[in-house]
């Protein structure tokens, strides 16, 4: 294992011993919930109808300064993709609005940022907006875990795992789902984890195409994943997953 690797799991562990929300599942599993980063419109256009195939609903975490840009992930959301995917039955979840890291600009920038990002989502779809939020490139630190976490129903990050039988809704363990069929193998693996623990398991990608850039996914490892999580779990938006949970949070950790 590399020094790197060693650093970032130390970290990891420091960062989930504190400033927790814990709601316990009571064994109301195994739960799957699939997510979008950024909102690059094939994660839509294509990603959202996959899962509609499968029945399944997903959540978008929207940084409304992306919107209309075009970068390595292809063209972002359109302002009539938001209204589209709500009457769709998706879940719009916030992203920040210019999509900071945390680790990188002073505490009170990166809560103005979270809150301008949820000011400019509620002004285009009102009530509608979720409290569900996302940290950008998955980095949170201590002092933004705390902060915003005091604001939002949930936070997730980018630090693998299933979730349960205690979840933080302060940091929500999530799994990438980038490339091919080629890493079908590892996205089984966590499926029968899943099942076996009864937990919520969290997926995450960005464009989904063909060509995939370096952070999305091809249609068929999408695709697949769908059928897998139709077949091994209850397969929901994350926000309707934590309302299955309402009721039983725990004691907050400081």
Not at 1 to 13: K, V
Not at 142 to 164: D, F, H, Q, T, W
Request: charged letters at 20%.
């Amino acid at each position: 294992m590399s020094l790197r690797s060693t650093l970032g799991r130390a970290w990891h562990g420091v960062l989930s011993a504190r400033h927790r929300r814990p709601v316990a599942m009571n064994d109301s599993g195994p739960f799957v919930s699939f997510s979008f980063d950024d909102f690059p419109r094939t994660a839509f256009t294509t990603g959202g109808e996959i899962l509609a195939g499968q029945g399944i609903r997903g959540t978008y975490y929207v940084a409304m300064g992306l919107m209309g840009i075009s970068n390595e992930q292809g063209e972002h959301f359109r302002l009539e993709d938001l209204h589209q995917a709500l009457q769709d039955g998706h879940e719009l979840g916030s992203h920040t609005f210019s999509h900071p890291s945390s680790r990188n600009v002073p505490l009170s920038a990166f809560q103005e940022d979270v809150r301008k990002g949820q000011r400019a989502l509620r002004e285009i779809v009102n009530s509608r907006a979720t409290e569900h939020f996302a940290y950008p490139y998955g980095e949170a630190t201590l002092a933004a875990k705390r902060a915003v976490g005091m604001e939002m129903m949930s936070c997730r990050g980018i630090y693998p795992g299933v979730n349960g039988p205690d979840v933080d809704l302060n940091l929500l363990n999530a799994n990438l789902l980038y490339g091919g069929v080629e890493n079908l193998g590892e996205v089984e693996r966590l499926f029968h984890e899943n099942a076996k623990q009864k937990g919520w398991l969290i997926f995450y990608t960005h464009d989904v195409c063909r060509n995939p850039s370096p952070y999305g996914c091809t249609p068929e490892l999408l695709q697949a994943a769908s059928r897998l999580a139709s077949q091994h779990a209850k397969a929901l938006p994350v926000g309707e997953v934590i309302r299955a949970f309402k009721g039983r949070t725990m004691t907050a950790t400081s």
